[in-house]
């Protein structure tokens, strides 16, 4: 497997402070990955002695006395205020659902919309206020209009596999694109289906271009 979430999304996604649209695409892409697997129960870990490390640091500068102090912070933080600290964060049940249902590929149980002979899509009503999720379905060889990302792109391949210029992505990869990348995917020879999240609609670009980007808008 070749393309992964960074660390930092890594790092954000196993301290719970990714959009949960996001944070349901990592969950997939871990259920394909074990090197991610691993890097978020790595992250897990020093994350836990790196907020014990900013505590201590924090304290008055006696080091003898850290874990003194830490024990006494620690012990001064009532646990249903920890609870409560984390709960702004928490991904919604019907988030959950959505990772069990797509983990399950049970994705045919979504609404689906014919974008072009060759193309599907269906809204997951995944709402975090930020991004727009839809499961994008491609015939084999379909080509996807030229275009480009206003904001960024995320995308987990959730079975078959598509190619741009770029290379080529496979089931369970996951994809970050930004307004730099201009490419025209084409799925192969399975077809494809794809979690696509999105900030920003994507501006089509070829010559076809306005006409499907007023379909994208309807
Ligand atoms: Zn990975």
């Not at 196993?14 to 697997?37: D, F, R, T």
């Not at 992250?43 to 850290?66: F, K, Q």
Request: proline share 4%; charged share 25%; with cysteine.
């Amino acid at each position: 497997m070749k393309y992964h979430p960074d660390i930092e999304l890594l790092l954000k996604y196993s301290s719970g402070q990714l959009a949960p649209a996001i944070s349901v695409a990592i969950g997939l892409h871990q259920e394909h990955c074990k090197e991610c697997q691993q890097r978020i129960i790595d992250l897990e870990s020093v994350g836990g002695d790196t907020l014990e490390a900013l505590s201590i640091s924090d304290s008055p500068s006696d080091l003898d006395n850290g874990f003194d102090l830490l024990m006494a912070d620690l012990e001064a933080t009532p646990q249903d205020n920890f609870q409560d600290k984390y709960d702004g964060y928490a991904v919604a049940q019907s988030d959950v659902d959505y990772l069990e249902r797509l983990g399950k590929k049970d994705y045919w149980s979504f609404d689906w919309k014919r974008v072009t002979r060759k193309i599907s899509r269906a809204v997951v009503d995944i709402d975090d206020g930020l991004h727009q999720v839809e499961l994008l379905k491609f015939e084999p060889n379909a080509k996807i209009p030229k275009h480009t990302h206003e904001g960024e792109e995320f995308t987990l391949v959730l079975e078959g596999d598509f190619s741009d210029s770029n290379g080529c992505y496979r089931e369970g990869e996951f994809i970050v694109q930004d307004q730099s990348d201009e490419h025209q995917p084409v799925a192969g020879s399975a077809g494809c289906v794809c979690l696509a999240i999105t900030n920003a609609p994507l501006k089509f670009t070829g010559t076809l271009g306005p006409i499907i980007n007023w379909f994208s808008r309807h």
